[in-house]
Nanobody, 113 residues
């Protein structure tokens, strides 16, 4: 499985961005897909996940601001990020899980205060 994350960039505090993660292979619909992030000097942190049934889970720091979704026909997962804060600045990684876990290369989100 190969994962390609995109959509990062520079945004002002209060703004929005949408990240995408596209997976190769034919079993995307079976995967639990997740977003993690890692800020400079910090541990990698769970952001959100969506399982094959569409059930979602969020880290406490992003609840109410971020929305995870998936389009199985496009083998793509999304993360809509609204009301961004300076503390959301990080490299965002997507992860797929079906027995084994695979990671994408990361996309940088920078929120200016």
């Amino acid at each position: 499985v190969q994962l390609q994350a995109s959509g990062g960039g520079l945004v002002q505090a209060g703004g929005s961005l949408r990240l995408s993660c596209t997976a190769s292979g034919s079993i995307f619909s079976m995967m639990t897909m997740s977003w993690y992030r890692q800020a400079p000097g910090k541990e990698r942190e769970f952001v959100a996940s969506i399982n094959k049934r569409g059930s979602t889970d969020y880290g406490d720091s992003v609840k109410g601001r971020f929305t995870i979704s998936r389009d199985n026909a496009k083998s793509t997962m999304y993360l809509q990020m609204n009301n961004l804060r300076h503390g959301d600045t990080a490299v965002y990684y997507c992860r797929s899980l079906v027995v084994l876990a695979y990671w994408g290369q990361g996309t940088l989100v920078t929120v200016s205060s």
